[in-house]
C-alpha cells in the first residue's frame, strides 16, 4: 500500500528552525516528483516547494524562498523540508505530496506552530 508519512513537526519559537521528512513507500519513489504543501486554519492548502525526480529542479513559494530548503534521497525514499527564520505566518499543517503523471498521493500532515 501506499503510504507517506510526515515528521519532524512541532512547536518553534519566531527564529527557530525544523527539518520535516516524508518517509514514502509502496511505489517508486524515484519516478515522482516531491513537493510540501501547508495549510493554515481557514485557508486553502498552498504549495511550498517542489522538487523534481531526480533533484535536478527546486522551486519555493515567494513567501519561503532564502529560508526554506527542499531535498530528497532516493536510496532512502524521503524528501526533506529544512526550514530556518520560522515566523509565525509559517504555522500550518505541512503535507508531503508525490506526483507522476496522473498519479498522486498525499501524506497525512505534521503540525508546524511557530510562537513565543
Known amino acids: 500500500q501506499v503510504q507517506l508519512v510526515e515528521s519532524g513537526g512541532g512547536l518553534v519559537q519566531p527564529g527557530g528552525s525544523l527539518r520535516l521528512s516524508c518517509a514514502a513507500s509502496g511505489f517508486t519513489f524515484s519516478s515522482y516528483a516531491m513537493s510540501w504543501y501547508r495549510q493554515a486554519p481557514g485557508k486553502e492548502r498552498e504549495l511550498v516547494a517542489a522538487i523534481t525526480s531526480a533533484g535536478g529542479i527546486r522551486n519555493y513559494a515567494d513567501s519561503v524562498k532564502g529560508r526554506f530548503t527542499i531535498s530528497r534521497d532516493n536510496a532512502k525514499n524521503t524528501v526533506y523540508l529544512q526550514m530556518n527564520s520560522l515566523k509565525p505566518e509559517d504555522t500550518a499543517v505541512y503535507y508531503c505530496?508525490?506526483?507522476?503523471?496522473?498519479?498522486?498521493?498525499w501524506g497525512q500532515g505534521t503540525q508546524v506552530t511557530v510562537s513565543s
Open positions: 505530496k508525490a506526483r507522476w503523471t496522473d498519479a498522486g498521493y
